[in-house]
């Protein structure tokens, strides 16, 4: 059972414009959220996070947005660039022990020159 | 960057022989994990650890098993390889207890189950 789904398995976008990633949550009791990027043969690397108090954290061209009465967030990326095609994942902590986190399915963005 | 390397990156075997992977670390992080990635299933936890000789389940731990002798190294074995296990395989390491930390990645390790 998906805790954390990304509906979306791709999104391109031109140059310049803004890109916007979606994430959906199905367990209310997640307080905290991140976003991590993927490039192909490496590791995941983490991207901008957001706690459930805030509605809006942002990083330089980064900002992530939470609607916790829809349970959704989504990460924009403005202007976006070449460098940022990669897989973006979504991701909650939550479970026993030590505090594991849950992944979306994840997203490919691919920015067009 | 952190201080998380695995091996091998690249492995082909045959169904129904043992593999090893290994996680090493020198960042002396307390917590340690493995994920798979498959597509259309984003990153699962396998197993993870909370110290030396401490370890625990994931949500998709059937078929594999781990060992934790030293802070640095956590190794993740599949005794007996299955075609359900090709998959590529993350390490992560994290250091603080609490929601708010992040966890840091290796590069993965890539099976292949023939």
């Known amino acids: 059972d998906q805790q954390v789904k990304q509906n979306s398995p791709s999104l391109s976008v031109q140059e310049g414009r803004i890109s916007i990633l979606n994430c959906d949550y199905t367990n209310s009791m997640f307080d905290y959220f991140l976003w991590y990027k993927k490039y192909p043969a490496e590791g995941p690397t983490f991207l901008i996070s957001i706690s459930s108090i805030k509605d809006k954290n942002e990083d330089g061209r980064f900002t992530v947005f939470l609607n916790k009465s829809a349970k959704h967030l989504s990460l924009h990326i403005v202007p976006s660039q070449p460098g940022d095609s990669a897989v973006y994942f979504c991701?909650?902590?939550?479970?026993?022990?030590?505090?594991?986190?849950?992944f979306g399915t994840g997203t490919r963005l691919t920015v067009i020159p | 960057d952190a201080g998380i390397t695995q091996s091998p990156r690249h492995k082909v075997t045959e169904t129904g022989t043992p593999v090893t992977l290994r996680c090493h670390q020198t960042e002396n992080h307390r917590y340690m994990y493995w994920y798979r990635q498959d597509p259309g299933h984003g990153l699962r936890l396998i197993h993870y650890s909370y110290g030396v000789k401490d370890t625990d389940k994931g949500e998709v731990s059937d078929g594999y098993s781990v060992s934790r002798s030293k802070t640095e190294d956590f190794l993740l074995t599949l005794e007996s390889a299955t075609s359900s296990q090709t998959s590529v395989y993350f390490c992560?390491?994290?250091?603080?207890?609490?929601?708010?930390?992040?966890?840091?990645f290796g590069e993965g390790s890539r099976l292949t189950v023939l």
């Open positions: 992560a390491i994290r250091n603080n207890w609490g929601n708010t930390g992040e966890l840091f």
């Open positions: 991701a909650a902590p939550g479970g026993t022990g030590a505090n594991n986190l849950f």
